[in-house]
């Protein structure tokens, strides 16, 4: 018994070391988050796989709309430093080597990896339509870099193994027999994926919505062509995943969030 209450200590303080090592807030929204991993470790990674991508694709050889990436990217990008600066932030992304290209591809995506590495793919073209559907799309992934949420869902998989290893350990403490144990660790695991993985990535996605509104805004296109972009997006087809399997909002719930967000973001919205 005094085996397994010092097991007990144990984890809890070491749980309680990454917690406060870690703990810090997302830019615009306040929400504390886990950050276990170094941003500047993750932007060289990050880095090196960009460079990767882009030395293995084909860029779109479309002038117009590879300009209209690139433009919109810029006044994202000035707008993020705005926003960091406006939380006296600004050196969290000092370091930051903005880079935007369009690929030819019929994927309908984007992503802007930590660092502020983007890609955009043509085949999400055609549902942004023009330059303030562009900046949607552009402020959304941008927000994901800012808010850290690569690093957030990188530390949270090393507590979820970390908490996996000291259950292991105590279970084995405890004198639990291996069939038990097996049951205990699958139901762990199960737990971990849809209780915590899968609803932080949904959290993310919310989030990255609203800090994107902003930026967009900040940017000088008007918020409310988010909310066009993702009716486009509903009306192109989604995937039919069930809601507590998805990372992702449904379109439809993402719709609802993004009208609830209107307001905050047009009190930053200055037309050019």
């Known amino acids: 018994m005094k085996t397994v209450t010092r097991f007990r200590t144990l984890a809890l303080a ?4 990454f917690l406060l090592a870690g703990c810090t807030s997302v830019v615009g929204t306040g929400r504390s988050q886990l950050n276990l ?3 500047a470790e993750l932007n060289q990674v990050a880095s090196l796989q960009y460079s990767k991508l882009i030395k293995e694709s084909h860029l779109s050889s479309d002038r117009n709309q ?7 990217g810029a006044r994202i990008a000035r707008a993020a430093q705005d926003l960091m600066a406006s939380e006296g932030r600004q050196g969290e992304i000092a370091d930051y080597k903005w880079e935007f290209n369009l690929i030819d591809s019929k994927e309908v995506n984007a992503f802007c990896m930590p660092g502020g590495k983007v890609a955009f793919y043509t085949g999400i ?3 942004c339509q023009d330059e303030a559907g562009v900046a949607a799309v552009m402020g959304h992934e941008v927000a994901h870099a800012l808010a850290r ?3 957030e869902r990188v530390s949270n998989q090393m507590m979820v193994g970390i908490g996996a290893n000291l259950l292991g350990i105590g279970l084995g403490i405890g004198g639990v027999g291996s069939g038990a144990a097996d049951l205990i660790m699958t139901a762990y695991s199960v737990g971990s994926q849809y209780g915590v993985l899968l609803p ?4 993310h996605e919310a989030e990255a919505d609203r800090i994107g509104m902003r930026l967009m805004a900040m940017a000088g296109y008007d918020p409310e062509a988010a909310v066009d ?3 486009r997006m509903d009306s192109a087809g989604g995937s039919g995943v069930p809601f507590f399997l998805s990372t992702h909002p449904s379109n439809r719930q993402r719709i609802e969030a993004l009208e609830g967000f209107l ?3 047009r009190s930053y919205y200055v037309p050019r």
């Open 66 to 72: 590879t300009r209209m990436v690139k433009n919109v």
């Open 229 to 231: 972009l993702w009716r």
């Open 37 to 39: 991993v170094s941003d």
């Open 263 to 265: 307001p905050e973001a």
């Open 14 to 17: 070491l749980g309680l070391a």
């Open 200 to 203: 932080y990535n949904r959290a």
């Open 149 to 151: 949420h690569g690093n």
């Open 125 to 127: 073209m055609p549902i």
